[in-house]
């Protein structure tokens, strides 16, 4: 009886460790960092370690992205894992002091893409 439900658990916590790094590779899609200090492309190796495939910086009102390759990360112009968004959109909304003037912006210049 002990036996069968120490099996029993063992089963259960392979099951929970599949479920978690299922939902980590899930969660690793995208990584966007603001830098205040210092760090940007320098952080590249540590995700690179977690696997992260897409890593955006916001810098002193710059926007970088970069996607993961076998040799490191490569800077990209626009999103591979958001194709759509209009990364010069973004940037200019988020420039905007205020929230509700940048969303109303961006909404404005999301539909102005879709007509």
């Known amino acids: 009886m002990l036996r069968a439900r120490l099996l029993r658990s063992e089963s259960s916590i392979k099951q929970i460790y599949l479920i978690v790094s299922e939902l980590k590779k899930i ?13 940007s492309p320098i952080k590249l190796q540590k995700y690179r370690e977690m696997g992260v495939p897409e890593v955006w910086f916001w ?22 894992i958001l194709p759509e968004l209009d990364l010069s959109l973004l940037k200019r ?23």
Do not use: H, K, M, W
């Open 59 to 80: 810098e002193g009102g710059t926007l970088e992205v970069y996607a993961l390759r076998e040799q490191g990360y490569d800077r990209i112009a626009s999103s591979e």
């Open 27 to 39: 969660f690793r899609i995208l990584c966007i960092e603001v830098v205040i200090s210092s760090g």
């Open 93 to 115: 909304c988020i420039l905007f002091a205020s929230p509700l003037d940048a969303l109303e912006e961006f909404t404005r210049g999301r539909g102005d893409r879709e007509n």
